[in-house]
């Protein structure tokens, strides 16, 4: 079900002045079933056997329907983070109305949270939406930046200015903060946009894909990771 390629760069260990402690996955006993593991913020997940193993740490985009469930419980990655999908769509192309369905999504939550799982939300930087993922009991909600990227490129050829929605995703990553949540941030984010985004503070991890893929086709993969992480590298998140 995971649709986009996702590529985390982990700002919390760029930043010493914040909590961040408390971002890595909850430690918990190997099971020989599944050959799960924790050490330090590296984890291994599998397909149910030990001849598969992933040793990182492993975020599953997902939906909110029983058979995904069933899987993420399976494999048991560090942290899920749950997404509306439709069959055609592409990619994500919307946040999850978490006022909708607060209440499906507390129980995911709490069989997550019970496996050892932490949860993440991809919302709209909306009050009302951030509000209810704090109640849902989520460790994370993911500010979906693809209306900023979207804004942030037309206001490059001169037509507007991404300001209004860059002042969402700060109003929104403040709010969630002091709910509790931990904030990520991800969609339509690239090499161009990235530095104007470090304006949003309380930033843990960001969940990149597509603009890494595309570069690595000219510079390779190597190349365009250590591109990424040294624009991140000054981020401060305040």
Do not use: W
């Not at 909850?26 to 992933?54: F, H, L, N, V, Y």
């Not at 050892?116 to 919302?123: K, R, T």
């Not at 804004?151 to 700060?170: N, P």
């Not at 304006?199 to 000219?218: F, K, T």
Request: proline content about 4%; glycine content about 8%; charged content about 25%.
């Amino acid at each position: 079900s995971a649709k986009r390629a996702i590529a985390g760069a982990d700002l919390a260990s760029r930043i010493p002045s914040r909590r961040r402690g408390s971002a890595k996955p909850p430690a918990r006993t190997a099971s020989p079933r599944t050959c799960a593991k924790t050490a330090g913020t590296s984890r291994t997940a599998t397909s149910g056997t030990c001849d598969e193993k992933i040793e990182t740490r492993l975020n599953l985009e997902m939906a909110n329907v029983p058979e995904i469930i069933s899987i993420a419980l399976k494999v048991r990655p560090a942290i899920v983070c749950i997404v509306p999908e439709r069959r055609l769509e592409v990619t994500t192309e919307g946040g999850l109305d978490v006022v909708a369905a607060e209440k499906s999504l507390t129980e995911t939550r709490k069989q997550m949270n019970d496996a050892g799982i932490e949860v993440s939300l991809f919302i709209a930087p909306d009050e009302k939406q951030i509000e209810a993922s704090a109640r849902t009991g989520s460790q994370f909600v993911e500010l979906h930046t693809g209306q900023f990227a979207e804004e942030f490129q037309k206001a490059d050829s001169g037509q507007r200015t991404a300001e209004a929605e860059l002042q969402r995703l700060i109003s929104g990553a403040k709010l969630a903060h002091v709910l509790g949540l931990k904030v990520n941030a991800g969609h339509g984010l690239n090499y161009e946009n990235l530095p104007v985004l470090f304006a949003v503070p309380h930033l843990v991890e960001l969940n990149i894909g597509h603009s890494i893929v595309s570069r690595a086709v000219m510079t390779g993969l190597e190349a365009a990771v250590k591109e990424m992480l040294t624009l991140i590298k000054d981020y401060r998140g305040t």
